[in-house]
């Protein structure tokens, strides 16, 4: 009996260890391009991952888009801010209205062309959302379900009012804070 209560124990910190560490002190790096549009959704990402799983997010602004895929080549970047429109340039299609077949199809080449994994996107009318790698996902197995808690927060007139808040880089962090605490996200 003793024994069988040992292994019992042994199993579930083994267990305990392993999920603890899905996420946990690691550094995520979060890269976007220089707009204030993806810096304000990147702030939120990071945060909602910062504080809901004690991981740091660095995020890194690239100069263009073309630099930020290299670096995501190369595994210097997790995870992306990534919107439809652009996704559309990326792939050599034309832009179009942002809608849920749009998105459907970005997701599909992404993964395809690109081996690339696209989350639910944050909101209706700006279809933002997280894009990451295979190695990403499989070693951060909770992201997808946790990131996913922000899917259709900026919905309709939500996004384009928090732009307007957001003055400078430095308080895109504040807005995107008092956003999440405002739908209990953080």
Known sequence: ?????SLVVVAFLLISVQFS?????KTIFLGISAATNEKLVAEMASLL?????????KIQTYKDSRELYEAMKQGKVN???????HALEVLGKHKGAASASTFEFVKGEYRKSLNLIWLEPFGNTQQYAPVLTPETLANYPALPKLLNKLAGVLANDTY???LKSVESDDKAKKV???FLKSKKLI
Do not use: Y
Request: a positive charge; hydrophobic letters at 40%.
């Open 79 to 85: 995870i992306i801010v990534e919107n439809t429109d």
């Open 176 to 178: 995107a804070r008092d």
């Open 160 to 162: 384009p009012k928090l």
């Open 21 to 25: 560490q899905a996420c946990v002190g």
């Open 49 to 57: 991952i910062t504080e809901r799983t004690g991981s740091s997010v």
């Open 1 to 5: 009996m003793k024994k069988l209560i």
